[in-house]
């Protein structure tokens, strides 16, 4: 009797756990779209150009004021991707740093719940790791009197008194090589658990490549030869033994084989 018991108790357990298994193994066989990816490349391309790039208080104005004005596709999208990250304010204030050199920069507050924790919140939406070291460049008020850094255009963002400033830099790294073709991608190459695209380069001849590893949260970037044009100051790609082997492994099982659909991306190029 008592093996009867024990036999049935046996039994109840493994159907119940039955369904979260054939879920589990359903999420893990869905095929990714290229949209999907292609929306984890142009969040990557925005944090970027948030860190390093954009010219933010152009950005950050009235609803009403920018309606009225022309802008283009790419503008009202990082303005958009701004807005749904909390990165936006429909206003600025400005705050001048003393610098090495005995004048000073002028920084924009970023909203006040804007801090090291939430951009790195941000960041794991789009990539695996923080593997060009944005947030290992944040500056404070007395690393701008050293003159390497001041002058570096890499470093953007300033934290002082409890809240994130950004410097309000103007330099265009497109001239770096920072300039996809978004409608030019291509699947170079593509496992259960990486996925490469490849894209054309607007000012320069040739194609460049961007890598998106599966991890527990999804695809995410992980590396590829646009960071080597970009030669952002902190890039150190991630090693390919990382943590997130054990997760691999068991995605490895998922039913990823099938031919991703064609996606018609828009035929506007827009440089980044």
Known sequence: MKKIIAFLLIAILIL???????SASVEESKEVSLKELMDVVKGMLYFDYFVYVSVYPYYCISDEEWESQHRDDWDIQYRNWLKENDLWMDSVNYREFDDSYGYSSTGVQLPEKVTKKSLEKVLKKYYATDFCGYLENI??????LDSEKHLSVYYSLVYADGKMYRLNKEY?????????ILDTVEILSKTSTKITLQ???EEFEG?????LIKTSSGWRVSGGSLFDYMRRPGYHPPETGDSTAPYLALAALSFLALPFAAV???RKRKRL
């Open 264 to 266: 018609a991306l828009s």
């Open 16 to 22: 119940l756990s039955f369904p979260s298994a054939i």
């Open 172 to 180: 265009d790294f497109a001239e770096e090589g920072n300039c996809l």
């Open 207 to 211: 194609k460049t490549t961007v890598d």
């Open 139 to 144: 500056l404070t008020p007395e690393d701008l």
């Open 199 to 201: 894209f054309e380069l």
